[in-house]
Antibody, heavy 119, light 110 residues
Framework: EVQLLESGGGLVQPGGSLRLSCAAS????????MSWVRQTPGRGLVWVSV????????YYADSVKGRFTISRDNSKNTLWLHMSSLRAEDTAVYYC????????????WGQGTLVTVSS | QSALTQPRSVSGSPGQSVTISCTGT?????????VSWYQQHPGKAPKFMIY???KRPSGVPDRFSGSKSGNTASLTISGLQADDEADYYC??????????FGGGTKVTVL
């Protein structure tokens, strides 16, 4: 069974930094692209960043480009999102999501971790 | 990277069918057959319902079906049940390793 477990969320001041983690199990982590998707309280889902599988590249939504960095360690089955220069509008629940192999869709999601940016 | 357009809400009685539209552009929905749909109950993570426009993952009832015409994709729920009451989000690949979601549609079972 695929499991994705996010951690690292919390309260941070504007301009601050935070690192989110996603521990994966139940599948061959190295083979799959992995994304971060966020959801503002009471609003919709927004794709944030992807780390493609098989040693591929990293890509970002325009709203976080230059401030967020996605990384992964396939030996530890872990995905990270390092967030810096945080703004109030980054406040959201952040989900780790696994891509379905051979398709550009998200077939498994973690339970999410809440990031609140406020002074 | 503008969000795809979905109706804010749709409703139907048990047993009826409802259809949710998802309108994008030729750069996302119209340009790729990579539209997916997700169901989200309050306080829960999204659940994978439809991928590649019309394919159903194992375990998803065949009451859920997807389609696409031009820049608009659709999700139809047939034989509406109480547990189908949830928020539904469409998503499309938008090229260059980016994705765009819709704003979400609340389905109410009357």
């Amino acid at each position: 069974e695929v499991q994705l477990l996010e951690s690292g969320g919390g309260l941070v001041q504007p301009g601050g930094s935070l690192r989110l983690s996603c521990a994966a199990s139940g599948f061959t982590f190295s083979s799959n692209a992995m994304s971060w998707v966020r959801q503002t309280p009471g609003r919709g889902l927004v794709w944030v960043s992807v780390f493609s599988g098989g040693g591929g590249g990293t890509y970002y939504a325009d709203s976080v480009k230059g401030r967020f960095t996605i990384s992964r360690d396939n030996s530890k089955n872990t995905l990270w999102l390092h967030m810096s220069s945080l703004r109030a509008e980054d406040t959201a629940v952040y989900y780790c999501a696994k891509h379905l192999s051979g398709s550009w869709s998200f077939d498994s999601w973690g339970q999410g971790t809440l990031v609140t940016v406020s002074s | 990277q503008s969000a795809l357009t979905q109706p804010r809400s749709v409703s139907g009685s048990p047993g009826q069918s409802v259809t949710i539209s998802c309108t994008g552009t030729s750069s996302d929905v119209g340009g790729y057959n990579y539209v997916s749909w997700y169901q989200q109950h309050p306080g829960k993570a999204p659940k994978f319902m439809i991928y590649d426009v019309s394919k159903r993952p194992s375990g998803v009832p065949d009451r859920f079906s997807g389609s696409k015409s031009g820049n608009t994709a659709s999700l139809t729920i047939s034989g509406l049940q109480a547990d189908d009451e949830a928020d539904y989000y469409c998503c499309s690949y938008a090229g260059s390793f980016t994705w765009v979601f819709g704003g979400g549609t609340k389905v109410t079972v009357l």
